[in-house]
């Protein structure tokens, strides 16, 4: 920053020293014109550069000793494009003769510079096409000791600069910047007195496209001495905002660091964008970005220009911190914020006006170009946010992206009396992004979060999660069908909501018995003391065989799939209600030996923020059928058993008469007959119960 103050500086003595050179050929030579050849070659022997002055010398004597030099053109350095390095239309400059020798005071009236064009370059080996213009003035060794009478005064009656164009070309970082149309007034200049300036100017900035107007107001003071400068009072719009600005003197003799003071008053962020033909973004909220405030001290240092002590008043939310942007070809963003609270639902895109059922409704694309764009390290903390209806407390996340690739890490937060951890990345760097999470949540109270979720409190209790996911796709629902992964979680001391699995229960016996219904309880709710399952994530499908739910009343255990895509669950359960179930109203001693001797199937259906939980009515039915032919034959089996006669019994004739059993056979005992037909009978329940 400091040789750059220096090459202005050399400029602008450079410039005086053309209208001296100029003014002493007058008296000497009277015509400079004459002598133009001779002016080039030697810039060309000091600067190895070309001056070609096709404009004519105007000189005048009394009492301003006035020079006026018309067109101009001063080549650029070797390895650099083949625009002139600057060059002007007209300059006059014009000093009292008499003030000079008589009080050693030069007394300039006014500088006046038309058309300027000023070419800066950088290299991409990083060397510009102006270090040389000020390596070969301070090859020429420091400035001669000042005698005792001192320097001249110098005193100015104003500066106008008019038309100029200034171009800067860094073809390390593939980054250009023009101002035109720039328009540079003052006031007096003279030493130790505060120099008021303004300007005005147009610019743009590629590849960005970035383009506006730009106007200036500033009081600045110089110390030739000392070797510093100041601003103060800076006004400055650019682009509609209006920024105020307190500048700090700083040096222009060494590297300087110089320092402001900054305040941006109130402007619209999506008109903003507008103008930097960024399409703003739709946003739930209209007013939504429409009210921005900064006050900052901001430090342009070599390596980076940092904002410190930094106010950010977004909306409603107010943001403390520091910003940094990093001067290298990068151009790293720092971010360090710290915020009181903030609703990000007022940012999301708006709600589908034809509902969410409507199947026209575009996917959510993943903004891989804009992750592909960022190169970004930071921490956030906000107090409260809400995002999605849901409410976060002390939340932090941290932010590194770079090469295509962005992480969140850490994401903490405390919501819903529990507490979120997460580690999400984006990797936008293929044709295909990839989005990987890690998250946990821990004693969350599920109830409130499914009300806020989904506006229904369909089961309430404390849930621990762990998801550890990856999914491939340029939009959310590619990656939703993608995801491949691991999931576990378990509630705790809860209750399903709107079912009473033990009123379901006793209403399907009633219905396969064919007997009138039970009354139900109300309000119907099913408490629960755990339910846990873990498996593997397939395609967006999660699959276990390991879900178990512990009731009052009763164990489950089954197997199921929840599809996350679609936000289903479909479940099958077998459930055994124990011998002495707690908190059960109404039931009978039957239905109790019913229920305590079966294997009662249960189905869980329907959309995860509220799912049906009844028993399997058609698996009950299959059942009952199955029993009741079981038992239909047995009855025949045993009945037919029974008719038959054993082997060597007596046979009793129609008229009374004893039949004796045939000669030669033993007779056989009445109690080992009836022990012979309770084995059959035994063996054949065995058989149907197979």
Partial sequence: M????????????????????????????????????????????????????????????????AIDIGETHLGNAEGFSDEPFVSFNQARLSVRIMPVLLRREVSIGTALLDGLDLNLEIARNGRSNWQELIDVSEAKGPAPQEDETGAPALDIASINIRNASVRYTDNQAGESYRLTNLNLSSGRVAEGEPLPLSTAFDFEMQPADISGGLEMEAVASAGPTSGTIGFSDVEISVLGIDISANVEPFSYVDDAIPTALIQVKEFSLKELMAQMNVEPPLTADPDAMNKVLINATVQFRPEAIALKELDLVL???????????????????????????????????????????????????VPADLVRSLNLRGNFKVAEAVLGGMRFENAELGLKAANGKLRMYPISAQFFDGTYSGDVSVDASGRTAVLSVNEKVRDVNVGAMALAMFKEESVTGTINGSFELTGRGNDLGAIQSSLQGQMSFELLDGAWEGTDVWYELRRARALLKKEEAPEPTLPARTPFSSVTASGPVRDGVFRNDNLHAELP?????????????????????????????????????????EFTEAVIPLKITGPLASPSIKPDVQKMLKKEVRKKAKERLLDKLLGDAEEEPAEGATEQPADGAVVQPPEGEADQPAEEEQDDKDKLKDALKDLLKR
């Fill in 553 to 593: 009343f009763m164990r489950l255990t089954g197997n199921g799939a929840i599809d996350l895509p679609a936000a289903t669950i479909d479940y099958s359960m077998t459930a055994r209600v124990f011998e002495r179930p707690e908190f059960v109203e109404g039931a009978t001693a039957e239905e109790l030996d």
């Fill in 315 to 365: 909306d409603d939310t107010t943001f403390t911190g520091d910003l940094a942007l990093a001067s290298d070809a990068a151009g790293t963003i720092s971010v360090n914020l710290s915020g009181d609270s903030i609703n990000l639902d007022r940012y999301m895109a708006p709600a589908d006006e034809a509902g969410a059922e409507s199947e026209d409704v575009a996917p959510v694309e």
């Fill in 2 to 65: 400091g040789r750059l103050v220096k090459f202005f500086l050399y400029f602008i003595t450079a410039i005086v020293a053309i209208f001296l050179i100029a003014a002493i050929s007058f008296f000497l030579l009277f015509d400079a014109n004459d002598f133009r050849d001779d002016f080039a070659a030697q810039v060309k022997k000091t600067t190895g550069r070309e001056l070609t002055i096709a404009g004519d010398i105007e000189l005048s004597l009394f009492p301003w000793l």
